[in-house]
């Protein structure tokens, strides 16, 4: 049974920084697509980073480029988003996601696309 649980959400003010983990149970991390969605107050879900399965390439929405990295720890199983040069318009709930197909730029931000979800992280960032 996959199971993800996401940890590392808190208040931080803006330009700070942030690490959220997510620990991965019951698959092969790296057989796996793997990444965070999120849902800001008022709008959808959206991907916005993601390790794909195939080959290993990581996705960024242009929203969090430059800023965001995502990693996986396959001997720990955990997932890993380093969040800097936080935003206001960063808050959100953030969930860890997985899923056994490939993604690629076309379909990454798209969360249908991931069949498996943690329960979610508040993240704010103040002004």
């Known amino acids: 049974q996959v199971q993800l649980v996401e940890s590392g959400g808190g208040l931080v003010h803006s330009g700070g920084s942030l690490r959220l983990s997510c620990a991965a149970s019951?698959?092969?991390?790296?057989?796996?697509?793997v990444g965070w969605v999120r849902r800001a107050p008022g709008k959808e879900h959206i991907g916005i980073a993601c390790i794909s399965s195939t080959d290993g390439n990581t996705y960024y929405a242009d929203s969090v480029k430059g800023r965001f990295t995502i990693s996986r720890d396959n001997a720990k199983s955990t997932i890993s988003l380093q969040m800097d040069s936080l935003k206001p318009e960063d808050t959100a709930v953030y969930y860890c996601?997985?899923?056994?197909?490939?993604?690629?730029?076309?379909?990454?931000?798209?969360?249908?696309?991931?069949?498996?979800w943690g329960r979610g992280t508040q993240v704010t960032v103040a002004s």
């Open positions: 996601v997985a899923d056994a197909e490939p993604k690629y730029w076309r379909n990454f931000e798209s969360p249908f696309e991931y069949d498996y």
């Open positions: 019951g698959f092969t991390l790296d057989d796996y697509t």
